[in-house]
């Protein structure tokens, strides 16, 4: 018997660092990379020093939110990429029951799970807090189209990514932004040079300034 895609990543624990929800001024939902694990965010939460913010980092199964690259046809990587859109969804909407609009969640991802925070940005529109994308980018093949509906009302984006990064096509990162863009986001899009595949110093204030 087939595993319903929205089940995939269901029962997965979601790691809680800072303040209680109820104080908390803002909601971040951190989202892990591939062979990654939701500690990884929760380290990235400590760097950013943000105390009255809140992290929600949520733990993929097996640690990979779905199994091939993002620069796959999408029918390959279901139904693990509809199960990881459908949790991230789940944990805005459980936010939104306590209370917590999208204006207070942010939408924070390295690597697959940057790429994650993107797509689930542009398909369910509107104004975040904050969405950010360490070495990530809109999923999907080159060519995809990117016809996404409604409007992300000049919700900060950031991009941050090397021009060498063995896993993320530079190409793909400006595209990227163009689309948060032309969402209406206002965008911020750093490219580094010769930096690989990891999250520098740069990066952490962008997303300190971000969510302060």
């Known amino acids: 018997m087939s595993v319903p895609p929205r089940d995939l990543h269901d029962g997965q624990p979601v790691l809680h660092f800072g303040p209680p929800l109820e104080g908390a001024r803002l909601a971040v939902i951190a989202i892990h990379g591939r062979g990654a694990a939701a500690d ?61 609009d999208a204006d207070r969640i942010a939408l924070i991802g390295f690597s697959q799970g940057a790429c994650l925070a993107l797509e689930c940005a542009a398909r369910s529109p509107r104004r975040y807090a904050a969405v950010a994308a360490l070495s990530g980018g809109l999923i999907g093949p080159p060519g995809t189209p990117r016809d996404y509906a409604g409007s992300l009302a000049a919700t900060p984006v950031f991009l941050g ?48 300034g971000l969510l302060r």
Not at 49 to 75: C, G, H, I, K
Not at 177 to 200: C, E, F, Q, S
């Open 40 to 100: 990884d965010m929760i380290g990235l939460a400590r760097e950013l020093r943000l105390d009255d913010v809140a992290f929600l980092a949520p733990q993929a199964a097996n640690n990979t939110w779905y199994p091939y690259s993002f620069l796959t046809p999408m029918e390959r990587n279901e139904p693990w990429l509809s199960s990881a859109i459908a949790r991230v969804a789940s944990l805005v909407s459980a936010l939104n029951d306590d209370g917590i």
């Open 161 to 208: 990514c090397s021009d060498v990064d063995p896993h993320i096509p530079i190409e793909r990162v400006q595209e990227s932004a163009a689309v948060m863009k032309g969402m209406g986001a206002t965008v911020d899009l750093r490219i580094y040079k010769g930096m690989g595949h990891t999250v520098n110093g740069d990066e952490i204030e962008a997303v300190r």
